[in-house]
T-cell receptor, first 109, second 114 residues
């Protein structure tokens, strides 16, 4: 079967760095997305990785290792507005997105 | 309209009633999707359409139907609602259903079936 695993919840302090992990087992792999979802709102795109390595975009970076079935999202200089759920999604062999349940990130002052 | 819109925002529905959730996009995207999001679960694909005139079944299609008469609109119909269909429903679109394309989401419809 297809499976995406993420921690359910994480807590971090304002100004700090946090790493949110995602491991996957899917039928085929055509890339991995990270989305951000604030409570009561729609998911919004953060990043896309299809090759191994680190992609940096401002305070957010995303890493992929295809051989390990592993990705992480790194958030630096945390701000209160970063409190949200972070969704990992893998593009399978049929180009459908398989979604993880999301990681709720709580930022404390 | 800018982006993707959904209606209604929320709805309380009696079991057994028929309900259509509306979704419209103005980005001229070819592909559209319907997901449901339940607490503790990832987004689950109900139905999708890669282009106007075609539709396909996702992971959880039972009890739902869709149509794609034109590029902009992708309504989702619950023929006879049941309490297990209580959920938040998101419509999304992408430039293409082939290849890995960013999906843009509507604001969601919160549906409660009693």
């Amino acid at each position: 079967g297809q499976n995406i695993d993420q921690p359910t919840e994480m807590t971090a302090t304002e100004g700090a760095i946090v790493q949110i992990n995602c491991t996957y087992q899917t039928s085929g792999f055509n890339g991995l997305f990270w989305y951000q979802q604030h409570a009561g709102e729609a998911p919004t795109f953060l990043s896309y990785n299809v090759l191994d390595g680190l992609e940096e975009k401002g305070r957010f970076s995303s890493f992929l290792s295809r051989s390990k079935g592993y990705s992480y999202l790194l958030l630096k200089e945390l701000q209160m507005k970063d409190s949200a759920s972070y969704l990992c999604a893998v593009v399978d062999s049929n180009y459908q997105l398989i979604w993880g349940a999301g990681t709720k990130l709580i930022i404390k002052p | 309209i800018a982006g993707i819109t959904q209606a209604p925002t929320s709805q309380i529905l009696a079991a057994g009633r028929r309900m259509t959730l509306r979704c419209t996009q103005d980005m001229r995207h070819n592909a559209m999707y319907w997901y449901r999001q339940d607490l503790g679960l990832g987004l689950r694909l109900i139905h999708y359409s890669n282009t106007a005139g075609t539709t396909g079944k996702g992971e959880v299609p039972d009890g739902y139907s869709v149509s794609r008469a034109n590029t902009d609109d992708f309504p989702l119909t619950l023929a006879s609602a049941v309490p297990s269909q209580t959920s938040v429903y998101f419509c999304a679109s992408s430039d293409s259903g082939q290849g890995a394309n960013e999906q843009f989401f509507g604001p969601g419809t919160r549906l409660t079936v009693l």
